[in-house]
């Protein structure tokens, strides 16, 4: 239950005072791999521990389905952003809808993957498992707010240390074996460092134990027969890439542990000098979430820290979705025999948009998705990078079609602070006149929305109910049990199972239900990756409990039957734990979904936006207009 209580503690520090050193944790700079945004440690990290804050996950659905007829460029245009996001698998929205793509900044958006040295991954269990108290408690009430479904629900997203990362060092996320190209025997992958860092600690002890009396000749043949026969018996396809990293002799051997492993030893570039980051680099942790003292406006960025006017509060790598405005359309068949209805991408309301310009941009920066809207009472600007590694001139002199062609490392906004913030205070940015008119519309009109439009708690509420932080759990009803769950909701299990330890049930009929227990992750195997833990993605299946065991005090346990489509007779898990059980919401679903709700992008400041990147000159027509 150790792993459990950890995911519990998690998926809770949202309601937890987050206290902020003046060392920043984790910083964004150029990637030592190539001319691309790369995340760096700002102190040493352990294994397991949490690297960042808790950011925002803003899921958009079908956008490919409603795509389907652009041109090859606009097409790849398209692609290219997408390339950019992670799916909707990695970040528990999986059951939005049949395509989930999430957008995303911070460390999770600015890392990059490397095949031998992946060294933290996003922790799947701390969205997977996200509470709503924080939330909830401040009076927040879905069914009565005009911010339904105007913020996303989705948070919490973190990334997890899985090795030692010493500070300077680069941060690299396993983006899977196909993007990590893991199978080239060319180049060493993850598991040749690890194995032979394995190996030269082994070389170490016995030259140091037997090469004196061997004598110099026969230590150094016996370390040749090591590289080149042993490694050609077990390492087989892979024997090269695994010695290219040994040293040509068996003395180099321990230089190579003492910088800590081959990894470190092949590729010094990918660890900064600290000073170098601090003024190179930008802080990603100068943001925590909390929640906005706006009314309606859900969730804030807070200070983590002091932060003087003048200082960069955070950094904003744009992203260009070219057209994005018809991109962003969507197209809602509601009656057979009528046109259908257009609506927008849930992501429109986190974009930035100019009038005179077809691009819209995802601002990727850490936490700034929290950032809310405040005229009078902003205390962020605009302006664009001055470091020398991003060439921001050379984006700004691009044209629309040429922005897709440059990296994330040169169209970086900083957000500086007007004034001096203090740690705790709201940071706040203007969002423009045309999208406050639109707000105070929407607010104006919503008691008649509400009047006509027949609503049901989401899952958020029910979840609340099993999993609210600080209060007792309630059990989750057994199938015979009456539920307050709606048909709008799913009550999904993560489940993962010994199948080795098989019990069979006799049924009425006579037949047989195999019965297996439920495991945290699996009895055997690499666990470092931390890629086949229980709570994941993966393993989130729609479930029934048929059986409740335990009470407040010991912990409540489920017996669930999967509901999954299979072929073959049915079975059961047993010692499910109450942790591990959410709702979720039935696809399409979510509050985002609906029509009703307010959408609006955000104003591009005129005194910030490249002239260049101006190619509407009477402003935006949709695509069935021009």
Same mark, same amino acid.
């Given at each position: 239950m150790a792993m459990i209580r950890s995911i519990a503690l998690l998926t809770a520090s949202t309601l937890t005072t987050i206290t902020a050193s003046d060392q920043c944790g984790v910083y964004l700079a150029e990637s030592s791999t190539d001319h691309v945004l790369g995340t760096f440690a700002g102190k040493s990290y352990a294994r397991d521990d949490i690297i960042g804050s808790q950011d925002a996950i803003v899921q958009f659905v079908d956008i490919r389905a409603n795509n389907q007829a652009l041109s090859e460029e606009d097409a790849a245009n398209l692609e290219a952003f997408l390339g950019t996001c992670w799916s909707g698998d990695a970040t528990a929205g999986m059951n939005e809808a049949e395509e989930v793509i999430s957008a995303v900044g911070g460390p999770c958006f600015s890392s990059t993957g490397h095949v031998g040295m992946i060294n933290a991954v996003i922790y799947q269990p701390s969205t997977l498992l996200r509470t709503d108290t924080d939330l909830l408690k401040r009076g927040y009430d879905e069914m009565t707010s005009p911010g339904r479904g105007a913020f996303t629900s989705y948070h919490n997203l973190t990334l997890l240390a899985v090795d030692k990362i010493q500070a300077g060092s680069?941060?690299?996320?396993?983006?899977?074996?196909?993007?990590?190209?893991?199978?080239?025997?060319?180049?060493?992958?993850?598991?040749?460092?690890?194995?032979?860092?394995?190996?030269?600690?082994?070389?170490?002890?016995?030259?140091?134990?037997?090469?004196?009396?061997?004598?110099?000749?026969?230590?150094?043949?016996?370390?040749?027969?090591?590289?080149?026969?042993?490694?050609?018996?077990?390492?087989?396809?892979?024997?090269?890439?695994?010695?290219?990293?040994?040293?040509?002799?068996?003395?180099?051997?321990?230089?190579i542990i003492d910088v800590g492993g081959s990894a470190l030893h092949s590729n010094p570039e990918i660890v900064k000098d600290l000073e170098w980051l601090k003024t190179e680099g930008y802080c990603q942790d100068n943001l925590v979430a909390g929640i906005s003292e706006i009314e309606h406006a859900g969730r804030a960025a807070i200070a983590a820290r002091d932060i003087q006017k003048g200082e960069v509060v955070a950094p904003m790598p744009l992203v260009p979705i070219i057209k994005g405005r018809d991109i962003l359309t969507m197209l809602d068949y509601v009656e057979e025999d009528k046109p259908p209805i257009k609506t927008k991408q849930f992501l429109t309301n986190y974009v930035l948009e100019h009038p005179n310009s077809s691009v819209l941009f995802f601002p990727a920066g850490p936490m700034t998705s929290y950032i809310n809207h405040s005229g009078k009472k902003a205390n962020v600007k605009m302006t664009w990078s001055t470091k020398s590694w991003s060439d921001v001139k050379a984006a700004q002199k691009a044209t629309v079609d040429e922005l897709p062609y440059f990296s994330t490392a040169d169209m970086i906004i900083d957000l500086v602070a007007t004034r001096n913030i203090k740690k705790g205070e709201e940071v706040l940015f203007d969002y423009g006149n045309d999208w406050e008119k639109a707000w105070k519309d929407h607010v104006k009109n919503w008691k008649k929305v509400i009047k006509d439009h027949k609503m049901s708690p989401s899952a958020m509420v029910l979840n609340e109910i099993y999993h609210g932080v600080g209060k007792p759990n309630q059990p989750f009803p057994t199938s015979s049990e009456e539920s307050p769950a709606g048909n709008n909701v799913q009550l999904m299990c993560?489940?993962?199972?010994?199948?080795?330890?098989?019990?069979?049930?006799?049924?009425?009929?006579?037949?047989?239900?195999?019965?297996?227990?439920?495991?945290?992750?699996?009895? *055997?195997?690499?666990?470092?990756?931390? *890629?086949?833990?229980?709570?994941?993605?993966?393993?989130?299946?729609?479930?029934?409990?048929?059986?409740? *065991?335990?009470?407040?005090?010991?912990?409540?346990?489920?017996?669930?039957?999967?509901?999954?489509?299979?072929?073959?007779?049915?079975?059961?898990?047993?010692?499910?734990? +109450?942790?591990?059980?959410?709702?979720?919401?039935?696809?399409?679903?979510?509050?985002?979904?609906?029509? +009703?709700?307010?959408?609006?992008?955000?104003?591009?400041?005129?005194?910030?936006?490249?002239?260049?990147?101006?190619?509407?000159?009477?402003?935006?027509?949709e695509r069935d207009e021009l």
């Amino acid at each position: 239950m150790a792993m459990i209580r950890s995911i519990a503690l998690l998926t809770a520090s949202t309601l937890t005072t987050i206290t902020a050193s003046d060392q920043c944790g984790v910083y964004l700079a150029e990637s030592s791999t190539d001319h691309v945004l790369g995340t760096f440690a700002g102190k040493s990290y352990a294994r397991d521990d949490i690297i960042g804050s808790q950011d925002a996950i803003v899921q958009f659905v079908d956008i490919r389905a409603n795509n389907q007829a652009l041109s090859e460029e606009d097409a790849a245009n398209l692609e290219a952003f997408l390339g950019t996001c992670w799916s909707g698998d990695a970040t528990a929205g999986m059951n939005e809808a049949e395509e989930v793509i999430s957008a995303v900044g911070g460390p999770c958006f600015s890392s990059t993957g490397h095949v031998g040295m992946i060294n933290a991954v996003i922790y799947q269990p701390s969205t997977l498992l996200r509470t709503d108290t924080d939330l909830l408690k401040r009076g927040y009430d879905e069914m009565t707010s005009p911010g339904r479904g105007a913020f996303t629900s989705y948070h919490n997203l973190t990334l997890l240390a899985v090795d030692k990362i010493q500070a300077g060092s680069e941060i690299f996320l396993d983006f899977g074996a196909e993007y990590n190209q893991y199978d080239d025997v060319t180049k060493p992958n993850i598991d040749d460092y690890r194995k032979m860092d394995e190996a030269m600690e082994k070389m170490v002890v016995f030259f140091n134990k037997h090469a004196k009396s061997l004598g110099e000749p026969a230590a150094k043949e016996v370390y040749e027969f090591m590289k080149k026969d042993v490694l050609d018996l077990t390492a087989e396809a892979r024997a090269e890439a695994a010695r290219s990293l040994l040293p040509e002799t068996y003395q180099g051997l321990q230089a190579i542990i003492d910088v800590g492993g081959s990894a470190l030893h092949s590729n010094p570039e990918i660890v900064k000098d600290l000073e170098w980051l601090k003024t190179e680099g930008y802080c990603q942790d100068n943001l925590v979430a909390g929640i906005s003292e706006i009314e309606h406006a859900g969730r804030a960025a807070i200070a983590a820290r002091d932060i003087q006017k003048g200082e960069v509060v955070a950094p904003m790598p744009l992203v260009p979705i070219i057209k994005g405005r018809d991109i962003l359309t969507m197209l809602d068949y509601v009656e057979e025999d009528k046109p259908p209805i257009k609506t927008k991408q849930f992501l429109t309301n986190y974009v930035l948009e100019h009038p005179n310009s077809s691009v819209l941009f995802f601002p990727a920066g850490p936490m700034t998705s929290y950032i809310n809207h405040s005229g009078k009472k902003a205390n962020v600007k605009m302006t664009w990078s001055t470091k020398s590694w991003s060439d921001v001139k050379a984006a700004q002199k691009a044209t629309v079609d040429e922005l897709p062609y440059f990296s994330t490392a040169d169209m970086i906004i900083d957000l500086v602070a007007t004034r001096n913030i203090k740690k705790g205070e709201e940071v706040l940015f203007d969002y423009g006149n045309d999208w406050e008119k639109a707000w105070k519309d929407h607010v104006k009109n919503w008691k008649k929305v509400i009047k006509d439009h027949k609503m049901s708690p989401s899952a958020m509420v029910l979840n609340e109910i099993y999993h609210g932080v600080g209060k007792p759990n309630q059990p989750f009803p057994t199938s015979s049990e009456e539920s307050p769950a709606g048909n709008n909701v799913q009550l999904m299990c993560h489940i993962l199972y010994d199948e080795d330890k098989i019990e069979r049930r006799r049924n009425q009929d006579g037949s047989r239900t195999k019965v297996y227990p439920w495991i945290s992750h699996p009895t *055997t195997g690499e666990h470092r990756l931390k *890629t086949d833990l229980a709570v994941r993605g993966v393993n989130r299946m729609e479930c029934i409990i048929e059986e409740r *065991t335990g009470d407040e005090t010991t912990g409540y346990k489920y017996v669930v039957r999967p509901l999954v489509e299979k072929s073959g007779p049915k079975i059961l898990v047993k010692n499910v734990p +109450h942790d591990v059980i959410r709702y979720v919401d039935v696809p399409y679903g979510n509050p985002q979904h609906e029509r +009703h709700v307010f959408r609006h992008s955000i104003r591009f400041p005129d005194d910030v936006f490249p002239e260049a990147w101006k190619d509407l000159k009477d402003g935006y027509r949709e695509r069935d207009e021009l």
